[in-house]
Nanobody, 123 residues
Framework: QVQLVESGGGLVQAGGSLRLSCAAS????MGWFRQPPGKEREFVAA????????YYADSVKGRFTISRDNAKNTVDLQMNSLKPEDTAVYYC????????????????????WGQGTQVTVSS
């Protein structure tokens, strides 16, 4: 299993920005998910091992950017124009086998998870 450690969560006002970072023990296909209070964990963004392709949930497209630094084995999530509905625990995830396109937004495609970091957006 890939070891993952997230950092960068916190409290921010609506319209503000936060940057999350995930340090991984090896380079794999990576994703970010989030779990809002009382709701299911949902897909946010993903990035190929090479960094060549990225994928986003419709709800964050144009506001969030996923990127990776393969020299450091880190994957970041830059979150801009934050909204109260972005409030959630954010999880970094790794897939040891790159998921097929129809499945990369599914939790079952990922076999390693970080401990989560809280993001709270106040109105």
């Amino acid at each position: 299993q890939v070891q993952l450690v997230e950092s960068g969560g916190g409290l921010v006002q609506a319209g503000g920005s936060l940057r999350l970072s995930c340090a991984a023990s090896e380079r794999t296909f990576m994703g970010w998910f989030r779990q809002p209070p009382g709701k299911e964990r949902e897909f946010v963004a993903a990035i190929m091992r090479s960094g060549d392709n990225t994928y986003y949930a419709d709800s964050v497209k144009g506001r969030f950017t996923i990127s990776r630094d393969n020299a450091k084995n880190t994957v970041d999530l830059q979150m801009n124009s934050l909204k109260p509905e972005d409030t959630a625990v954010y999880y970094c995830a790794a897939a040891s086998t790159p998921p097929m396109l129809p499945f990369l937004r599914k939790k079952f495609a990922y076999d390693s998870w970080g401990q989560g970091t809280q993001v709270t957006v106040s109105s």
